[in-house]
């Protein structure tokens, strides 16, 4: 059974850059999506991006200019920086997998269990 | 940017009650949607994908349906562990976007 656990610091300093990997168990990173999602406290779900096994990475708009996600299948973990962060950027993010696929559209089957990022100095 | 719309923000139900969710897009999402159920300090769950596709293991009480703008979530029958905040998403076009949530609660 697949799981994912997002690992990182807790706390990161305004305008400094925020980093989080999420390592993948129980299966191979290989031949799917893979994504970053976050949620404020006490908000909704925001999408970040996500990123095919092979490289190729889609970033949400309003984030891409601070956000790359990048893979590293030889340890089958995929990993986020958001640079720059801001007050705004606090929240519990969740990586999570593209595992079932319908009409050519894949949905998130399996998410880590969130870890939750505080920017402040 | 496709932006949906989630009705109502809160329902009140009492467990064996039908629950019945709205989620509205301000423009065609086609059938690629999906529904996740968030408890309070997990992660959140899949439900429903492409509209009306139940995921591995859920329960036959959970079903959804629409297509287009206009999508619904229905639980025939509210257990206990259903009480939780529904989230629709849509997947047909970039930014894919969340819904702001329903939450049910007990009556």
């Known amino acids: 059974q697949v799981q994912l656990q997002e690992s990182g610091p807790g706390l990161v300093k305004p305008s400094e850059t925020l980093s989080l990997t999420c390592s993948v168990s129980?299966?191979?990173?290989?031949?799917?999506?893979w994504s970053w999602i976050r949620q404020p406290p006490g908000k909704g779900l925001e999408w970040i991006g996500y990123?095919?096994?092979?490289?190729?990475?889609t970033y949400n708009p309003s984030l891409q200019s601070r956000v790359t996600i990048s893979v590293d299948t030889s340890r089958n973990q995929f990993s986020l920086k958001v640079s720059s962060v801001t007050a705004a950027d606090t929240a519990v993010y969740y990586c999570?997998?593209?595992?079932?696929?319908?009409?050519?559209?894949?949905?998130?089957?399996?998410w880590g269990k969130g870890t939750t990022v505080t920017v402040s100095s | 940017e496709i932006v949906l719309t989630q009705s109502p923000a809160t329902l009140s139900l009492s467990p064996g009650e039908r629950a019945t969710l709205s989620c509205r897009a301000s423009?065609?999402?086609?059938?690629?949607l999906a529904w996740y159920q968030q408890k309070p300090g997990q992660a959140p769950r899949l439900l429903i994908y492409g509209a009306s596709n139940r995921a591995t293991g859920i329960p036959a009480r959970f079903s959804g349906s629409g297509s287009g703008t206009d999508f619904t979530l229905t639980i025939s029958s509210l257990e206990p562990e259903d009480f939780a905040v529904y989230y629709c998403?849509?997947?047909?076009?970039?930014?894919?976007?969340f819904g702001q949530g329903t939450k049910v609660e007990i009556k």
């Open positions: 129980g299966g191979s990173i290989s031949g799917y999506y």
């Open positions: 423009q065609s999402v086609s059938s690629y």
């Open positions: 990123i095919y096994y092979s490289g190729s990475t």
């Open positions: 998403q849509q997947r047909s076009s970039w930014p894919e976007t």
């Open positions: 999570a997998r593209f595992g079932v696929l319908s009409s050519g559209k894949h949905y998130m089957d399996v």
